[in-house]
């Protein structure tokens, strides 16, 4: 099937229950869960309550069916996931993880998300220097990143997907740029991962960490952090606990040698429920045509932002976001001039349509399940706000 066969979408839709009330264009903020991962969650809690620890060995099983699949996604090898509770403790896997000598510095964007910045900003107190390049408008200016990168540099930290302006860089284009400085690449997945193709081989990414509760349609508190099996050695291992030892179960034997696999990163217990209702997640995605080469939920996404667009321009809205090629992703930014952002909000709670509002503008997410049907309702709640 391809994207535009309607009746897959329609299928895709009917699996989110959250489509019988709302029009749900909120993605970038908290996706809703799909029926079978509300099931398999429920699952679990009865499996809890009434078996204990006695299916303990199934929970883990299933957890490691979800690396593998978050494997799968990415073009990755399950050896090279750990999983996490979310981007944030991904991205400091990496940042805490750097043996950082004086004189380091690292490159980022301005206009990160705050998980993407603090933790970096945090190796300051260890004498390391963060360049911060501004971003001005909504494109970042790659030959300021460039020069940013020097022989001192030890990484360079980018979004995917901008969770405020929508703008999607090309991950092998920074990845270049990063190891041309011989610097290493952190790619924040979060609003990019489920939806568009991503190989992290060969686009060449170090390290990514997502969580699973935008595009990957998970609970939140479940992610994938990937880190390039060769460099599993260069990251100084924080948050060490019985689960990062190659003999983990052995209580009884102290030895203190890491598993081979990014799995020492994990430290403790895991969020079992979490974990098992990603893994419905990510086998739905999967099943609807998401992966590392190409996403019929990615081409579906954009052919939604695409009526999305025409539809908000055509009700006077002005849009933020580039739709330019392959700059385009699945969040859109827009202002409708005359019309403050927090009015538009309200009026579509009320009307049963959900967005954000990220700074000054009006933020739609929507998902392939999304239809004509939902950016009508989108429509009538601008034309409700006076
Ligand atoms: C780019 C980006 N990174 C990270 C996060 C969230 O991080 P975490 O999964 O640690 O809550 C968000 C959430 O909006 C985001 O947009």
């Known amino acids: 099937m391809t994207f535009s066969d309607d009746s897959r979408w329609q299928a895709f839709r009917q699996a989110m229950p959250v489509t019988q009330k709302w029009a749900y264009f909120d993605h970038a903020a908290v996706a809703p869960l799909p029926q079978t991962t509300a099931e398999s969650i429920t699952n679990w809690c009865q499996q809890a309550a009434h078996e204990g620890d006695t299916v303990w060995l199934s929970w883990e099983q299933a957890i490691e069916k979800t690396r593998e699949s978050g494997a799968k996604l990415m073009g990755a090898h399950p ?4 999983l996490v509770s979310n981007t944030t403790q991904g991205i400091n896997i990496v940042a805490e993880g750097i043996s950082w000598k004086p004189g380091d ?6 206009n990160e998300f705050p998980s993407n910045l603090y933790p970096w900003l945090h190796q300051q107190a260890k004498g ?10 909504v494109e970042p200016d790659l030959s300021r990143i460039a020069e940013a990168c020097d022989t001192n540099t030890r990484i360079l930290t980018i979004s995917w997907v901008s969770y405020k302006t929508g703008w999607r860089i090309d991950p092998a284009t920074l990845a270049k740029i990063a190891h041309d400085a011989g610097a290493l690449f952190f790619l924040d997945a979060i609003q990019g991962m489920g939806v568009f193709p991503l190989d992290v081989r060969s686009a060449d990414i170090d390290f ?7 595009w990957m349609l998970g609970p ?6 990937y880190c390039k099996q060769e460099l599993l050695d ?17 209580f009884d034997k102290t030895d203190l040698t890491f598993r081979p696999t990014a799995a020492r990163y994990e ?35 954009l052919q939604v932002t695409d009526w999305a667009c025409e539809a908000l321009t055509n009700a006077g809205a002005k849009l933020i976001t580039s739709r330019a090629g392959d700059e385009r992703s699945s969040i859109v930014s827009f202002q409708v001039p005359g019309k403050l952002p927090q009015a538009l909000r309200a009026a579509g709670q009320k009307m049963g349509v959900n967005f954000s509002v990220r700074g000054d503008f009006v933020r739609l997410s929507p998902h392939a399940y999304n239809n004509q049907a939902d950016i009508a309702r989108l429509v009538e709640t601008l034309a409700a706000v006076e």
């Open 208 to 214: 990514l960490a997502a969580d699973g509760h935008k």
């Open 234 to 250: 260069e990251l100084h291992p924080i948050g060490v606990g019985w689960n990062s030892v190659a003999d983990r179960k052995n």
């Open 267 to 301: 430290g403790g217990s895991q969020n079992m429920p979490g974990l098992i209702g990603l893994g419905a997640s990510l086998d739905l995605l999967l099943e609807y045509g998401a992966g590392p080469q190409t996403s019929a939920i990615g081409e579906r996404v």
């Open 79 to 82: 050896d090279e996931i750990a």
């Open 105 to 110: 510095n690292l490159v980022v964007l301005g």
């Open 128 to 137: 390391v220097e963060v360049r911060v390049i501004p971003v001005e408008g």
């Open 220 to 225: 939140e508190g479940a992610g994938l952090f």
